[in-house]
C-alpha cells in the first residue's frame, strides 16, 4: 500500500467530532494503550487508524515534504535514524490524532509507537 493510499483509509472523511468514539487518547485512555478495535471503526469500517499508538512509517524524517518522492512511495533519503510517525497516541490530545499529524523517533525509542501491516490487494480479471 503506497503512501497516498493509507493516508486516505486512515482519514475516511473523519472529524475531531467522532475522535471519542472512534480513538484513544490522553483524555480517555487511562494512560495506557488498548486492545484493537476497541472503539468504532471509521467511515471505511478501519479501526484504530488514529489515536492509542504511533505508528511508525518506512520514511525517513525530513523536516518538510520539499523533495518528497510525489508517487507515494517510501521516502528513503533524510535523517533515517528518525523514522516518522503519524496518527497520535493515547498520551496525545485530539489536534494530533489525524492522518496528517506527523512525529518522529528512532528506531530504538518504542514508548507509545507501533505500526500497521497491511498488504496491496491485487485484483484478477478472467
Request: aromatic share 14%.
Amino acid at each position: 500500500m503506497n503512501k497516498i493510499a493509507a493516508l486516505y483509509a486512515a482519514a475516511a472523511g473523519s472529524s475531531h467530532a467522532d475522535t471519542e468514539e472512534t480513538a484513544w487518547f490522553a483524555s480517555n485512555s487511562q494512560s495506557k494503550t488498548h486492545p484493537a478495535a476497541q472503539k468504532r471503526p471509521n467511515a471505511f469500517g478501519l479501526y484504530d487508524m488514529h489515536g492509542n499508538v504511533w505508528e511508525w512509517t518506512q520514511d525517513c524524517w525530513n523536516a518538510n515534504y520539499s523533495g518528497a518522492p510525489g508517487n507515494g512511495s517510501a521516502w528513503e533519503s533524510g535523517y533515517c535514524s528518525r523514522r516518522v510517525l503519524r496518527g497520535g497516541s493515547w498520551v496525545n490530545y485530539p489536534s494530533y490524532l489525524h492522518s496528517a499529524s506527523r512525529s518522529w523517533n528512532t528506531p530504538d525509542d518504542s514508548y507509545g509507537n507501533g505500526f500497521r501491516l497491511a498488504r496491496t490487494l491485487f485484483l484478477i480479471q478472467r
